[in-house]
């Protein structure tokens, strides 16, 4: 079984704070996602990587960073932790695009950040 | 960007019941996939559709594909408490969700 494991499930962190979260996947899938869910907004794509050292911005990188040195591994990053970026964050993997089939997604179980 | 509009966003119904959901766009999907998500875990994928007015089986779940490739329906039938859950659906090709649709099965 494909398994995502996201580094922590509860984070709690002051507003300026630089933040980690950290995912690691084990079946060597070549994507990795990272969303941010929120009620009424679903999820939303921050960031994507195809491939290691690469990255590719989704809908609200604003106040992100990733980092994607080895493959089994993603890190979300946010430089200056603010309120508005409370919410729960979502990592994926996936195995390389086909060419109109969705691949399936594996998430891990999520991690609820509170910024105060 | 497609946009992806599920609806009801919240449903609440009884043990036993049936029940369908959608998710529309104006945009053609080459593909489409619903997952569900229970509470404190991330989505699961429950299938995907391909092929317009396609129409696939789970257990006592159906999912269909629109004949134009813009829309997709879930239907449940003889809802459980273990169908209690979010219910997201995604497109092709850019990764996007729908918002989702909440749904809550009371025995």
């Known amino acids: 079984d494909v398994k995502v494991t996201q580094s922590s499930r509860y984070l709690v962190k002051r507003t300026g704070e630089k933040v980690f979260l950290e995912c690691v996947q084990d079946?060597?899938?070549?994507?990795m996602f990272w969303y941010r869910q929120d009620p009424g907004l679903g999820l939303r794509l921050i960031y994507f990587s195809y491939d290691v050292k690469m990255k590719e911005k989704g809908d609200i990188p604003e106040g992100y960073s990733v980092s994607r040195e080895k493959k089994e591994r993603f890190s979300l990053i946010l430089e200056s932790a603010s309120t508005n970026q409370t919410s729960m964050y979502l990592c994926?993997?996936?195995?390389?695009?086909?060419?109109?089939?969705?691949?399936?997604?594996?998430f891990g179980p999520g991690t609820r950040l509170l910024v105060l | 960007t497609q946009l992806l509009e599920q609806s009801p966003q919240f449903l609440s119904i009884q043990e036993g019941e049936n029940l369908t959901v959608y998710c529309n766009s104006s945009s053609v999907f080459s593909s489409l996939q619903w997952y569900r998500q229970e509470p404190g875990e991330g989505p699961v994928l429950l299938v995907t559709?391909?092929?317009?007015?396609e129409v696939k089986k789970l257990k006592r779940l159906t999912f269909q594909f629109g004949d134009a490739r813009k829309d997709s329906s879930l239907h449940i039938t003889a809802a459980q408490p273990g169908d209690t859950g979010l219910y997201l659906c995604a497109g092709y090709n850019d990764m996007r969700f729908g918002a989702g649709t909440r749904l809550t099965v009371k025995p």
């Open positions: 994926a993997s996936s195995q390389k695009f086909g060419t109109s089939i969705l691949e399936t997604q594996y």
């Open positions: 559709v391909v092929t317009g007015g």
């Open positions: 079946m060597d899938h070549e994507n």
